[in-house]
């Protein structure tokens, strides 16, 4: 299966909407307007919901902005080499999974996902039944090949926060989860990061992982700030 381009996301975003039909179907899915988020906001997301959740262990929390944007995820950046990569990243859940040698070896996304009925308005990420096993079963092997951890991390705040990025590839982790979503996903949002944190619950007891959420509104409003 092939994602739709970037920018065809991000205008389908926009119109999602510019309609009333639109803006209904937007309620029941509980997607709301994406905006900026200031700092005070960021800083306080580790504290809402699900993330104040004591039963699950995240190690690292931080957030794409304008700067990381223009820097990182770009069609002549190295943690891009084709189209379709590039797309993944620009869409609002999205979860890598990379062993200890920090090779990808799974991932998810919200475009390969689908309410489990029509009466449903949460996205389905158990689809195959990929969550019953950890690492989950990839959505789409070809897709998530050319996805650099460490440039991931580089060039999100992830790096400043723990003062020294080699601090991180120190920790011999048997798996690093890097998890990037957005908030005006609502409880789209909600529900991935749960569904995420319970399949980490199904790794053995003997591996160690490393968790790290990514918020990424900031860098989707830029996005669509440069399409206007």
């Not at 919901?49 to 004591?54: I, L």
């Not at 890598?96 to 040698?101: A, G, I, M, N, S």
């Not at 009466?119 to 998530?144: A, G, I, K, Y």
Request: with cysteine.
């Amino acid at each position: 299966m092939k994602i739709t381009s970037s920018k065809f996301y991000i205008a389908s975003v926009i119109l999602l909407f510019s309609s009333c039909t639109n803006i209904i179907i937007s309620k029941f899915y509980d997607i709301q307007k994406i905006k900026s988020l200031s700092s005070e906001e960021i800083i306080n997301v580790p504290n809402s919901e699900p993330f104040n959740n004591d039963k699950y262990k995240i190690n690292y929390f931080g957030y794409f902005d304008t700067f990381f944007q223009l820097n990182t995820i770009n069609k002549s950046s190295p943690i891009v080499n084709f189209a379709n990569s590039r797309s993944l990243l620009l869409q609002p859940l999205t979860v890598l999974y990379f062993d200890k040698d920090f090779r990808l070896i799974s991932g998810l996304s919200n475009c390969y996902t689908t309410p489990k009925s029509i009466f449903s308005s949460s996205l389905f990420w158990n689809s195959n039944d990929r969550l019953l096993q950890f690492p989950p079963l990839t959505h789409d092997s070809d897709l998530f090949t050319n996805v650099n951890f460490k440039i991931i991390i580089q060039n999100s705040n992830i790096a400043s926060i723990i003062n020294n990025s080699d601090t991180l590839y120190k920790q011999n982790y048997d798996y690093y989860v890097v998890c990037t979503y957005c908030i005006f996903m609502g409880k789209q949002t909600v529900n991935f990061v749960n569904a995420i944190m319970e399949n980490s619950l199904l790794a053995s007891k003997k591996s160690k992982i490393c968790i790290l959420m990514i918020l990424k509104d900031n860098l989707l409003f830029n996005e669509l700030n440069q399409l206007e």
